[in-house]
């Protein structure tokens, strides 16, 4: 049974940084890739960053830059290290593993705001 729990949301101030932290377990064998997604008051969940079993790493365009995704394969832990946060960064971010369905953790709510 997979579970993926986040932790590391907050509230911030504008060109702050965030550290999110996925803790997973029961991870199958055949997972393709580990990200996080985001759900903004109102609008769809969207992909911010992945990273794939062998290392890959992609990032929507908003990421780019700011946004880091490792993994640390000893801890079983996904990261995503969160830089130079704006105002539309907040949303409540959820952890997701993939095989040939997405797995989702319960989210955390991070806030950028003055």
């Known amino acids: 049974q997979v579970q993926l729990v986040e932790s590391g949301g907050g509230l911030v101030q504008p060109g702050g940084s965030l550290r999110l932290s996925c803790a997973a377990s029961g991870l199958p064998s055949n997972l393709n890739y580990m990200g996080w997604y985001r759900q903004a008051p109102g609008k769809e969940r969207e992909l911010v960053a992945r990273?794939?079993?062998?290392?890959?790493?992609t990032y929507a365009d908003s990421a780019k830059g700011r946004f880091t995704i490792s993994r640390d394969y000893a801890k079983n832990t996904v990261i995503l290290q969160m830089n130079s946060l704006k105002p539309e960064d907040t949303a409540i971010y959820y952890c997701t593993a993939y095989t040939i369905t997405n797995y989702w953790g319960q989210g955390t709510q991070v806030t950028v705001s003055s």
């Open positions: 990273i794939y079993t062998r290392g890959l790493a």
